[in-house]
């Protein structure tokens, strides 16, 4: 499956008019990244279909048609935005020493140490000192998929290395192949809402976004680009990883609302009543428990377009998984595909593609949503999950990719705008879809 074709899919899947993908012009050509799996495509077509997608709201509000060009090398440089943020100068800290691939007894598994709380309960579960040789000491006499199990009871958030075809005969994998790459399904009923008609696709329209690290802030951020007025909430004490906002919350206000507390939740409930879309991130039912599921922000804010988001999807016996890119990519096949591949042992995605594809398309289909809504009303709800972006990103196929041309600095500077912030002098990626009537850009705002 090549880029324009999976747009097309993603488009028919969404309901979008056919006429529009004659707007659309994608250059380039694999390989763009040093990887068995062709994730220039993947790219390419993520951020292409959410540039198409704000493109048609604009022509639903009475304007006429634009085009949209993604060019598929620096759409794969926007896919390692994080990596190539620049902040007076400076690279953004490394992550967590601890995070990584350990060998177990019989294989292989990765913990994820980024945030305090999920490092503290490997640390008492496996009852070591804080370094990586303690870990990989304590982990090599453990069997891989017990010690995954023991840590989800506990809290911690670790995955197993699998290969694809053990991945494949995982109940898990099993439940999500029945499902497509995302969901949209209407979920109460509301009056037609006007789409705006302002300058940009989405100028007017308001996003809540309780989203972290980056797949959801990924989503906001594009939102944010066409124009939207994004909301990220925050709490003193809700984990975040501090080095991303730079990049991933660009173009957005910052509000503090602690959902442990009955004011924190009355804040956001004001704040969804007049927001046109919200997107979450958090573990399955976490925002439930805090009187905010789907059926009650509907209520609260009929014709929303609500945007849940998942590591491992929302059916299956791993529903209320936690986990991140890393997590995914072991879990699901990739890691032990790309190094076999390599002709090396377990190797990572040279970007975090899981989380940046859903990223985009949960952009996509919050606008193709909201675009329905304009039309049939209704209040809407679009599920994504790292895992079953996973299953459309190996749809693309494989390749020799590993002689990929790195990125050269002329390469990536080309790709990047440099803006002074309240922060700093900040270097970071621009959008990749290029819309020729309506540029994307982020205006000031807290990031």
């Known amino acids: 499956m090549g880029a324009q074709e ?14 529009a993908l004659g707007q659309l012009a994608l250059t380039g050509a694999e390989p763009a990244l040093p990887s068995s799996f062709r994730l220039g495509s993947v790219a390419q077509a993520a951020i292409a279909a959410s540039g ?24 794969a440089v926007e896919f390692q935005s994080e990596r190539h943020l620049r902040l007076d100068g400076a690279a953004p800290p490394p992550g967590d020493p601890l995070m990584g691939l350990y060998r177990a007894r019989d294989g292989y598994v990765r913990v994820h140490t980024n945030f305090a709380h999920h490092r503290a309960r490997i640390l008492a579960l496996l009852g070591c000192a804080p370094t990586r040789e303690a870990l990989a000491a304590a982990l090599a006499g453990r069997d891989a998929v017990a010690f995954e199990t023991e840590a989800h009871a506990a809290g911690a958030v670790v995955a197993a290395l699998r290969d694809a075809a053990s991945w494949a005969a995982h109940p898990q994998a099993q439940a999500l192949a029945r499902l497509p790459v995302i969901s949209v399904e209407r979920i109460g009923e ?3 809402r006007k789409l705006p008609d302002g300058a940009r696709p989405l100028g007017g329209v308001t996003v809540v976004d309780l989203t972290r690290v980056i797949a959801g802030p990924v989503a ?21 990883v501090d080095s991303l906002l730079p990049d991933t919350a660009r173009g957005k206000r910052v509000v503090s609302a602690d959902l442990a507390t009955a004011q924190g939740r009355e804040r956001l409930a004001a704040l969804i009543r007049g927001a046109d879309i919200v997107i979450q991130g958090f573990r399955p039912g976490a925002l439930d428990r805090r009187g905010f599921s789907p059926a009650a922000i509907a209520r609260l804010r009929p014709g929303v377009v609500c945007v849940w988001l998942s590591s491992f999807g929302h059916v299956g016996p791993w529903a209320g998984r936690r986990g991140f890119d890393s997590l995914v990519q072991t879990a699901t096949g990739f890691n032990a595909q790309e190094g076999r591949a390599a002709g090396t042992g377990p190797k990572e995605l040279p970007c975090q593609a899981l989380d940046h594809a859903t990223g ?3 952009a996509f289909a919050a606008m193709m949503a909201r675009l329905r809504q304009a039309r049939e009303g209704g209040s809407w709800l679009v599920r994504a999950s790292l895992a079953q972006t996973g299953r459309w990103v190996w749809g693309f ?8 041309a790195p990125f050269s600095a002329d390469d990536i500077e080309a790709a990047c705008e440099t803006r002074v912030t309240t922060r700093g002098l900040v270097r970071a990626v621009r959008h990749a879809a290029r819309l020729a009537e309506t540029p994307a850009c982020w205006e000031p705002a807290d990031y």
Not at 220 to 240: E, F, K
Not at 397 to 402: A, I, K, S, V, Y
């Open 397 to 404: 196929g494989r390749q020799d990719g590993f002689a990929a």
């Open 6 to 19: 999976a747009v097309a899919g993603l488009w028919s899947l969404a309901g979008g008019d056919p006429a």
């Open 190 to 192: 509301a009056s037609p």
């Open 360 to 362: 985009y398309l949960m």
């Open 52 to 75: 198409l997608a704000a493109a048609e709201l604009r022509h639903a509000a009475g304007f006429p048609r634009q085009p949209v060009a993604v060019a598929m090398r620096h759409a």
């Open 220 to 240: 906001g951020r594009t939102l944010a680009a066409h124009g939207a007025d994004v909301r990220l909430i925050t709490a003193p004490a809700l984990p975040q």
